[in-house]
């Protein structure tokens, strides 16, 4: 690290902790200035322990070059997929992304399910993915994932989530298929001008 970039780091932590420098000020006068705060203030000016992350930390910028960014549009529809009980929800993910022509949308879900069926991608062997079985109940406790099409102009719907068991415990993974113990309430946002409803 160059003495440049050592003095930016020291100038920014000072800035999270609300310190300041004045150039051509007394460091001394500065420093005596500090000693002066609340009881609240010193306590945010001590050196963040190991193990812990500082207040105000930011992620640093260029750190993502792979990064492509593609305007999807200012158009778009929201729709609430309600499931019912036994409803298996990527099934009718699918049969409702067919039905509607969604062809580039993404989704959030709630609810609750009973049985479901998640993947782990076993990269290094490249066996495909790892099953990861569920038979109990279990809350939605985050799901999300895209709808495109493929080669073929049919639905494609690819979702990620987690369930928490009664212990707090979670399982998840990719889902392969999910059933619908009490219910659950998908929001699929459009990201194009959505065609009218079929009839």
């Known amino acids: 690290m160059s003495g440049t970039e050592k003095v930016a780091r020291v100038l920014s932590l000072m800035a999270i902790v609300g310190l300041t420098f004045t150039p051509g000020r007394d460091l001394t006068a500065q420093r005596a200035t500090a000693q002066q705060a609340t009881p ?21 910028i260029g750190l993502a070059p792979g990064m492509k960014v593609t305007d999807l549009g200012k158009s778009g529809r ?3 997929v309600n499931m019912t009980k036994g409803d298996e ?13 969604i062809k580039n949308a993404h989704f959030t879900a709630i609810g609750a399910i009973n049985k479901g069926l998640f993947g782990w991608s076993d990269v290094e062997s490249g066996l495909g993915q790892k099953k990861i079985e569920l038979n109990q109940e279990a809350e939605i406790v985050s799901f999300l994932g895209a709808i495109s099409v493929n080669n073929q102009g049919r639905a494609n719907v690819h979702g990620h989530g987690s369930v928490a068991l009664s212990d707090g415990t979670v399982k998840g993974g990719h889902w392969w298929e999910a059933h619908v113990s009490i219910i659950t309430e998908v929001f699929v946002t459009e990201e194009e001008g959505a065609p009218e409803p079929p009839k």
């Open 78 to 80: 929201t729709y609430r």
């Open 89 to 101: 929800i990527m099934s009718g993910l699918t049969e409702f992304a067919e039905k509607y022509h």
């Open 40 to 60: 609240q203030q010193a306590t945010a000016q001590q050196p963040t322990p190991e193990g812990y992350v500082p207040r105000g930390f930011r992620p640093g």
